[in-house]
């Protein structure tokens, strides 16, 4: 998933937005748009030239932009300021449901998963419940670091979070088999939720939590605005705290429990596997070897690209742009992509790479932005105005 990031100054002021995407990303201020092309892991490229609406026009082909940048909305604003105010709106809507239950959270690392976390922990001085917390590591394709901030997590909070792992051996057989998860083909999931499947069928779990948010994504948005619009919070076993927060009600929260996770303050866009497909190229670089056998790695990418990539680049442009994260045919759009920019380069205006990602930094590194604060009311309205909105459409700001 991806979503429009707030850029925020050192007073915290929001100045402008980004949606990170895995090749491109926008940036987004009220009187301009940018498209920009990560060209290496120094610079950037604004391509903007070549974005007429929401398509990417290059030469003989046009490709639609959620391709590369997931259709997302934004809410610069917060629902949930007050943490206390929103508890106690949940509250009364999931009470009766959760009263004596028994609840599971998976807990990713992320930002979502430690709010869910937080909540749950708040609406516990009010209601009688019982949950357990887990965490599934993602052997070969995850670092520990992950790990690490978990059990920080665990401490600060006070709360035990159980340790579990995908099957390791089936995941390296799996890996030989079928290489790495690509786009559209993520096989590792079901391998990461096996353990807590498990757990959860041992525990005899009423609930489990989902962190998903209507703002991550149109997607998610097309799936949960029917909740939204019905204030339901627990659908069958589901249970969604925070899916009406939004992006900066969830910095804030985190950020006012010292619970960032540093891959946030590198400038990373996502909390997920190293190897995750979805993440942009130059994080791909950046992780390679922070994975518990790189070698082992390298070797199944040799055998993909042997079988399926050798015909569409050398092996070093395919490891150096993370080739394998999409199918073949994608692959190819890719480099075609890259040929053009290559032949033109001069005309394009570069930026380096490193100031974008300082941009990234600074919802959790700067001030807690300064927004309006609104009640959930009024969301639930603009949300049943943009559910008219077509289904693959990147919705400006300023329609917000």
């Known amino acids: 998933m991806s979503e429009w990031i707030p850029i925020v100054n050192k007073n915290g002021f929001i100045i402008e937005f980004i949606n990170p995407g895995t090749d491109f990303a926008i940036i987004l201020r009220k009187d301009y748009r940018r498209l920009y092309f990560y060209y290496s892991n120094d610079v950037i490229l604004d391509v903007t030239r070549h974005l007429n609406g929401n398509l990417i026009k290059i030469k003989e082909f046009s490709i639609p932009i959620y391709r590369f940048i997931a259709?997302?909305?934004?809410?610069?604003?917060?629902?949930?300021?007050?943490?206390?105010?929103?508890?106690?709106?949940?509250?009364?809507?999931?009470?009766?449901?959760?009263?004596?239950?028994?609840?599971?959270?998976?807990?990713?690392?992320?930002?979502?998963?430690?709010?869910?976390?937080?909540?749950?922990l708040e609406l516990k001085k009010y209601v009688n419940f019982d949950f357990t917390v887990t965490y599934s590591h993602v052997p070969f394709l995850e670092s520990e670091r992950h790990m690490r901030f978990?059990?920080?997590v665990s401490q600060k909070l006070g709360i035990e979070i159980?340790?579990?792992?995908?099957?390791?051996?089936?995941?390296?057989?799996?890996?030989?088999?079928?290489?790495?998860?690509?786009?559209?083909?993520?096989?590792?999931?079901?391998?990461?939720?096996?353990?807590?499947?498990?757990?959860?069928?041992?525990?005899?779990a009423d609930?489990?939590?989902?962190?998903?948010?209507?703002?991550?994504g149109f997607k998610r948005f097309s799936s949960l605005v029917q909740y939204a619009l019905q204030r339901t919070f627990i659908s069958g076993k589901q249970f969604r705290p925070v899916y009406l927060l939004t992006l900066l009600d969830i910095i804030k929260i985190v950020r006012e429990r010292d619970l960032v996770h540093p891959d946030y303050l590198r400038g990373m866009t996502r909390i997920s596997c190293d190897l995750c497909p979805y993440r942009p190229v130059y994080e791909i670089n950046e992780?390679?070897?922070?994975?518990?056998?790189?070698?082992?790695?390298?070797?199944?990418?040799?055998?993909?690209?042997?079988?399926?990539?050798?015909?569409i680049a050398?092996?070093?442009?395919?490891?150096?742009?993370?080739?394998?994260?999409?199918?073949?045919?994608?692959?190819?759009?890719?480099?075609?992509?890259?040929?053009?920019?290559?032949?033109?380069?001069?005309?394009y205006e570069k930026a380096l790479l490193k100031n974008f990602r300082l941009k990234l930094k600074t919802p959790w590194a700067n001030r807690i932005p300064e927004a309006s604060k609104i009640e959930i009311d009024v969301l639930i309205h603009l949300l049943k105005q943009l559910a008219k909105k077509p289904k693959y459409t990147v919705i400006p700001i300023e329609e917000i």
């Open 287 to 311: 992780l390679f070897h922070e994975v518990e056998d790189p070698g082992f790695i390298e070797q199944i990418l040799r055998e993909e690209y042997k079988r399926l990539y050798s015909g």
């Open 314 to 347: 050398s092996f070093e442009d395919y490891m150096t742009y993370a080739l394998w994260r999409y199918h073949p045919d994608q692959a190819r759009t890719i480099m075609k992509i890259r040929k053009n920019f290559n032949e033109h380069l001069d005309a």
């Open 207 to 216: 609930f489990e939590v989902v962190g998903d948010r209507i703002s991550e």
């Open 162 to 204: 159980e340790m579990l792992e995908a099957p390791r051996d089936i995941f390296k057989k799996s890996l030989k088999e079928m290489g790495l998860p690509y786009r559209g083909f993520r096989w590792c999931t079901y391998l990461k939720i096996k353990p807590v499947k498990q757990r959860k069928k041992e525990l005899k």
């Open 71 to 120: 259709p997302s909305v934004a809410f610069p604003c917060y629902v949930a300021y007050d943490l206390d105010e929103y508890v106690k709106f949940l509250l009364e809507h999931v009470k009766n449901k959760i009263r004596n239950k028994r609840i599971l959270l998976s807990h990713s690392g992320g930002k979502d998963s430690t709010v869910s976390l937080i909540i749950l």
């Open 150 to 152: 978990v059990e920080r």
